[in-house]
């Protein structure tokens, strides 16, 4: 069984740029939600797939979007990046038939300068 | 508004003394919550939840829906323990665990 990866580990954006994150869920869950975690903070839900589809959302603006594939890997857009988009960005993936409990990735660590 | 609070940013005691890490939430609903650690250079893990009351690495955490708290104990704190802790509050989308609330973290450092 392997674990939630995410990628890459890290990463330099400027002002006005897009990203894209990637995050393959651990084998067995279709689940996945994205955090934000910015410095000294506790992470921040921003949203969750279920299934290929938004299953919930957090405070954050729609320049903020992602995707999830039939294999229940994850990606997480941000368009026009901004100073404060500056964090620390974890996956973490669950089964609804289980516990539940939601598993996470490493994170990506985006700095937008 | 679902809020978690963790009043301490920083927790130190001497190894084999008690520990006790403050979580308070603010939720209407029925709460489902989760204690997560964060070992250096490690990944965020659970550490324990509410449901299962269990112990987990000598931890435990009591519900209290009075006071509205879920405070992490250990009677004899180890040099392992050594973490930042997260407390967290779940909501629940469609019946599937969603929305995961976290606090700011407490950082705990046991001393020798």
């Known amino acids: 069984e392997t674990g939630v990866t995410q990628s890459p580990t890290h990463l330099i954006k400027t002002r006005g740029q897009q990203v894209t994150l990637r995050c393959s869920s651990q084998s067995g869950h279709n689940t996945v939600s994205w955090y934000q975690q910015a410095l000294g903070q506790g992470p921040q839900f921003i949203f969750q797939y279920y299934r290929e589809e938004e299953n919930g959302r957090g405070n954050f603006p729609p320049r903020f979007s992602g995707l999830q594939f039939p294999n229940y890997s994850s990606e997480l857009n941000v368009n026009a990046l901004e100073l404060d988009d500056s964090a620390l960005y974890l996956c973490?993936?669950?089964?609804?038939?289980?516990?539940?409990?939601?598993?996470f990735g490493p994170g990506t660590r985006l700095l937008v300068l | 508004a679902q809020r978690v609070t963790q009043p301490e940013k920083l927790l130190s005691v001497f190894k084999g003394a008690p520990v006790e890490l403050k979580c308070n939430y603010s939720y209407s609903g029925s709460p489902e919550l989760f204690w997560y650690v964060q070992y250096s250079r490690q990944r965020l893990q659970l550490l324990l939840r509410?449901?299962s009351r269990e112990s987990i690495k000598g931890f435990t955490a009591d519900l209290n829906k009075g006071e509205t708290s879920f405070h992490l104990k250990k009677p004899f704190a180890q040099e392992e323990d050594s973490a930042m802790y997260y407390c967290a509050l779940s909501l629940f989308y469609g019946g599937s665990q969603g929305n995961l609330i976290f606090g700011k973290g407490t950082k705990l450092s046991v001393k020798p």
């Open positions: 973490a993936s669950s089964s609804p038939s289980g516990e539940e409990t939601q598993y």
């Open positions: 509410h449901i």
